[in-house]
């Protein structure tokens, strides 16, 4: 398979070093239809970023592009002391750091023991985990409001704030755990063999011989779990109740709402910016590894 | 051996009580409390009282949610096949040797890592914005007037607003898993298609789109996973609760349970449990079929 796999690559490559006029036309159609797809790309949110550093008036007047009165960084300054955009970006920060770490430290020990241990429920517990997948929130929502309504959580600051990690990262652990899996099942056992002739434990030899091994894996997933965390919109919809706790996703939609009415429109797309950039700029130097860690597990 | 008992208990638990208090345990009460009356939503099970049936028959009888399934089912299908079209075209254009393929995928998947209230704000503030708007604006230059004037997010447009800017955002995702799919496919099939005098439309129509049928299956099933939890587009895209031209069901559970009472007469946590149980037989009900007429390919490749 992987042999495939690299006859492919290096066919591409071959083709990428000749340039062939009568190829290149035969392609052109394809060249358009891709290039009005990314045009309209770079417009949309190029125009959305120049917008943010315009004012509210020359965007009316179809003027945001022309920066007419200079650029204007107030925009940012204003969205993020007087909009509490700090706070919800903060908040956000701390969410998915946290979240991210404890998706690890719960899942990379479950996964490695999936993938190396024959035992009675390892099927049932991968499949479960699959399945799960395949669930809409709204079949758990409510159980979960009740549970946490009911222990009177949602009027402490700092117990709110614990649930909502736990939430996002309960919702996380089946998608962590199988990408881990396959990590962990494509590294050999040998390891593990020879730790365990040196007289290393099992337990120690996992923290110190087979995690480090499946870091590639680790960052990748952790790459999904912080864009996931961050973008998450649902249950802190309804789980954070307050300014105070609300992450970008959810205090962006308040925002947008209070500031269609104080017709601050200028405010509103640097809003959108700081909510956009911190997923963006891990796009921009991740990309690569983003897209083949989404398709490398992915079986057809 | 013992020693790795010890080990398979400590390392799985944490994971399972996940596990368990976030997935098993609320699905299987979800379920439960679907054939229940429940005024309260934290009102304890001694309180609830059992009605069998009557939830899912007072839903399908109540019009806003059969509303709500409605939109629901279009964005699916018309969606989906628009979203499954374009990610397809776009796979086969990349994996047909262009130059700046890496450029051009990362571009088009760009869009899934943004925010969805982010995008959706672009959308609606910049692209159908009847003022500055870029639609307004590209057919002013093309001076086509009467396209010019239309107002993209009013009661008659809203619907289709909401869908092409929801695919827009959808195609990456779905074109890369066609791209690992069409570059799995051996370029021997190829070859041997091109001696025996195969067009390369030939060549999609006998190689790569029977070679695809499992990567379908994946993207349908992905497609309807993610479609049933449909709900930030919709809010964002209503201008009043309850809009009958944007509601889906999640959005008409979210407003039946955490507010919006007006539009809502009874109160009764149940039914919102019901309409998740709705949505959790559909997408089983999909997924089925998926496997039913979608044999997994028996072919190795």
Redesign the interface.
């Known amino acids: 398979m992987p042999k495939v796999k690299e006859n492919v690559r290096e066919n591409a490559k071959e083709r990428k070093e000749r340039f062939n006029l009568k190829k290149e036309l035969r392609l052109a159609p394809g060249y358009i239809i891709l290039l009005i797809w990314v045009i309209f790309t770079f417009v949309l949110i190029g125009w959305v970023f120049a917008a943010s550093f315009s004012t509210t008036k020359e965007i009316f007047n179809g003027e945001a592009l022309k920066f007419k009165s200079g650029l204007h960084f107030e925009n940012y300054i204003k969205a993020w002391t007087s909009q509490n955009v700090s706070v919800f970006f903060t908040n956000s920060l701390i969410y998915s750091t946290i979240s991210c770490v404890l998706l690890i430290l719960v899942c990379a020990p479950a996964a490695y023991v999936l993938s190396r241990f024959d035992f009675i429920a390892n099927k049932l517990i991968q499949t479960s985990f699959v399945a799960s997948m395949g669930v809409p929130v709204i079949m758990v929502i409510l159980p979960l409001f009740s549970i946490i309504a009911k222990l009177d959580i949602l009027n402490h600051v700092m117990a709110n704030r614990i649930t909502l990690i736990l939430l996002y990262v309960g919702i996380n652990v089946p998608y962590t755990t199988i990408f881990l899996l396959t990590y962990f099942s494509n590294i050999s056992s040998s390891y593990e063999q020879a730790a365990a002739i040196d007289g290393c434990g099992p337990m120690k030899t996992f923290w110190l011989i087979m995690f480090p091994m499946a870091n590639s894996g680790v960052i990748t997933v952790t790459i999904f779990n912080f864009i996931n965390v961050w973008n998450e919109y649902f249950m802190s919809l309804i789980f954070a109740n307050s300014n105070q706790l609300r992450p970008v996703a959810v205090g962006l939609y308040s925002m947008i709402n209070s500031m269609k009415y104080t017709g601050d429109w200028a405010g509103m797309f640097a809003s959108v910016i700081i909510v956009f950039l911190p997923t963006f700029i891990i796009y921009l130097f991740l990309s690569k590894r983003i897209i083949t860690g989404l398709t490398g597990g992915i079986k057809g | 051996m013992k ?2 008992k010890t ?2 208990v ?3 638990t ?3 009580l ?2 368990i ?7 299987c ?2 379920l439960i ?1 679907s054939f229940f009356k429940i005024e309260g ?2 009102d304890s099970v001694s309180k609830w009282s059992f009605v069998g049936l009557d939830n899912y028959i007072k839903l399908i009888k109540t019009s806003l949610f059969a509303t709500s399934m409605w939109n629901l089912f279009r964005i699916w299908f018309l969606g989906g096949l628009l979203v499954m079209a374009l990610a397809l ?2 796979a086969v ?2 994996t ?4 700046f ?2 450029f ?8 899934n ?6 995008l959706a ?3 609606l ?3 159908y914005n009847p ?2 708007g ?1 639609l307004t ?1 590209i057919f002013k230059t093309l001076r086509l007037n009467k396209l010019a004037a239309i107002q993209w997010t009013d009661n008659e447009h809203k619907f289709w607003a909401l869908l092409f800017a929801y695919c827009f955002g959808m195609v990456g ?1 779905h074109m ?2 066609f ?3 069409i ?2 496919i ?2 021997e099939y190829y070859e041997a298609a091109t001696i025996d005098g195969a067009n390369k439309i030939k060549q999609f129509r006998y190689v790569t789109l029977p070679l ?4 379908f299956k ?1 993207n349908v ?1 992905m497609w309807s ?1 993610t479609s ?2 449909f ?2 587009w919709s ?2 895209f209503s201008t009043v609760t309850a809009d009958t031209r944007t509601i889906t ?2 959005v008409y ?2 407003m039946q ?2 507010g919006a009472g007006n539009t809502i007469t009874e109160r009764n ?1 149940g039914l ?2 019901t ?3 709705i ?2 037989i559909f ?1 089983v009900l999909i ?1 089925t079929i998926c496997n039913r007429f979608i044999k997994d ?1 028996d072919l190795e490749f």
């Open positions: 020693k790795n080990m398979i400590c390392f799985l944490p994971a399972l996940f596990f208090s976030i997935f098993v345990y609320p699905i009460r979800t409390m939503i934290t075209l776009f254009i990349i047909s040797g262009i130059r393929k890496e051009f995928r990362s571009v088009i998947y760009l869009p890592i943004i925010s969805a209230v982010a704000t672009m959308w503030q910049y692209v003022r500055f870029l604006n995702y890369l898993i791209v690992s799919g570059e799995r051996s370029p695809l049928r499992g990567v994946t099933t996973v049933a939890g709900f930030v809010q964002l069901p999640m559970m979210y349970i955490f946590a919102g449990a309409v998740g149980v949505l959790s997408v997924f390919d």
